[in-house]
């Protein structure tokens, strides 16, 4: 049997009236912008149809097209917009630098810091980082680069992001380029087995089956009483990504939780 993927979808109104913004929110809209003149865009869930949506604002028609999804189209806006994730803001591009800032562009690579996953991370490495910042970080699957770029703004004095994803490496270096960080973050291309050496810190935010996967390979990279955050794993599988690093010598110290979401700090017993 075939799976249905609902992927939401844009409008477009112009000259909405006064109570457009309301009508929208009640149908389940997912993202408006309305702008000075009254012209309206919305992102809308597909089970809400454009005929609908024309009837509740009083319109013969509205615009229609595709929507984009950032953090693999789990994420549906209509821009990047500024988020805080504890004293960190992560902004677009096109805000002005500054302190505990950072600006990533807009582009496919996972990691905007509107995702529950990434923010568990940032507020760990947080944590971690005050109560004694390590020496480096090792970011496996970095995305935007937004973890290792995060932990060099937090006072980290360097750190390497690896990625299979050649483009994703390319946005973190852009990345790291408009935040002048460039020349503590090196990248490199491929997993944790493509790597040598241990770190004292290892964040890990992918899918919970490649965290199972790699788990061999990931704790080899920890070093001696070194500290791994494993995110990206649902809530369901949080037990069977923990028994797979406990069975490797990782005691869990400490879960959070947000939206269905599992972060895990695990320490090196070794």
Do not use: K
Not at 101 to 127: K, N, Q, S, Y
């Amino acid at each position: 049997m075939a799976t249905l993927v609902h992927v939401p979808y844009r409008v477009d109104v112009g000259h909405a009236g006064h109570d457009a913004f309301d009508r929208l929110v009640e149908l389940g809209a997912i993202d408006i912008e309305l702008s000075l003149d009254g012209d309206l865009a919305a992102v809308m869930p597909d089970h809400v149809a454009p005929e609908q949506i024309a009837r509740a604002l009083g319109v013969g028609h509205v615009t229609v097209s595709a929507a984009r999804g950032r953090d693999a189209e789990s994420v549906w806006i209509l821009r990047p917009r500024p988020v805080r994730i504890g004293r960190l803001q992560i902004v677009p591009v096109d805000h002005q630098p500054g302190r505990d800032t950072l600006r990533l562009i807009d582009a496919d690579a996972f990691g905007t810091g509107l995702h529950p996953t990434t923010a568990l991370c940032v507020e760990e490495l947080e944590r971690l980082v005050d109560m004694a910042p390590p020496r480096a970080v090792l970011d496996v699957g970095t995305g935007s680069g937004v973890l290792a770029l995060s932990a060099l703004l937090m006072g980290v004095p360097r750190a390497l992001g690896i990625d299979t994803d050649r483009e994703a490496l390319h946005v973190a270096a852009e990345n790291a380029r408009i935040n002048r960080l460039e020349h503590r973050l090196e990248l490199a291309r491929g997993g944790p087995e493509t790597v040598t050496g241990a770190w004292p810190l290892v964040l890990a935010n992918v899918l919970a089956a490649p965290l199972i996967d790699m788990a061999p390979e990931l704790v080899r990279r920890v070093g001696h009483h070194g500290q791994l955050v494993l995110s990206g794993i649902p809530s369901s599988v949080e037990g069977d990504v923990d028994r797979a690093y406990g069975r490797l010598g990782m005691r869990r110290v400490r879960a959070t939780s947000r939206r269905g979401w599992v972060a895990l700090l695990l320490q090196a017993s070794w």
